[in-house]
């Protein structure tokens, strides 16, 4: 539990939940965010005109109160800290980032979604990941399909094997077809990313469908492919990534 000050109870809002917004003769309230309990003022939820946190505590709007009178926000209340810190004072937060970026994002706070995005952290995720990765035709519903295909075989086994074609160019995906078939021909499941046109090359792309399979929690490695299905000609498009269940 967390409590930024101490409040008198006779200070806490009363209402039925739901309920009108803070009484204007009160400005201190208590809230209930997710479980952690914060004390504020009305003037620094209202601080951003236009947010959703202003909107929420503004005098006409309804809000939702908990067993104790609280105001209740049904978020995670691990980082509303660092929002609150920021409409209080203009503090960045230093830890958590991405976490509070997205909770910045829900309560609409744009001046400080803005100074979050500039942060190396997030400029690196938003500006160079992402950006390359939407580039790569079909990412996220390749990502999909992997760890389906991985769950599919995990009945009984200790680890699954999902095969990967990863093509930057054209040309390497010309190159690849006839792998593509043999396999194919075997009925192989092969999961084929690219081409893309971007500079990041092929291991920059299999370092990021590692890290966002990680990120859905799954525990997860690749390996470069070398069966004697294919000639080895072949090996430096095809990799294995291996999801390991206990």
Partial sequence: ???????????????ASPSAGP???????????????????????????GSKLAEMFSSSAKTCTDAEGRFF????????????DYLRSERLPTHHIPEVY????????????????????????????????LRVPGYSENLELMVRLAR????????????????RTEEDAAHCADALRVLEAEK????????????????????????????QGYQVYYEQYSERTLRAKYFSYF?????IWW
């Fill in 1 to 15: 539990m967390m409590s930024l000050s101490s409040v008198p109870r006779s200070l806490r809002p009363h209402q």
């Fill in 23 to 49: 009484p204007a003769g009160s400005p201190v309230v208590e809230l209930n965010v997710g479980g952690e309990l914060y004390t504020t003022t009305v003037g620094t939820l209202r601080k951003l005109p």
């Fill in 73 to 84: 926000i049904d978020r995670p209340g691990t980082y509303f800290g660092p929002i609150l």
């Fill in 102 to 133: 997205r909770e910045a994002q829900f309560y609409e706070i744009k001046p400080l979604v803005k100074l979050l995005e500039d942060t190396p952290q997030m400029f690196g995720e938003q500006v160079a990941r992402k950006q390359f990765l």
């Fill in 152 to 167: 599919a075989e995990a009945v009984a086994a200790r680890s699954s094997a999902v095969l990967v074609c990863a093509v």
């Fill in 188 to 215: 192989r499941s092969v999961v084929k990313f690219g081409p893309w046109k971007a500079a990041p090359q092929v291991k920059d792309l299999l370092d990021c469908v590692k890290m966002d399979i990680t990120a």
């Fill in 239 to 243: 990799y294995t990534f291996v999801f």
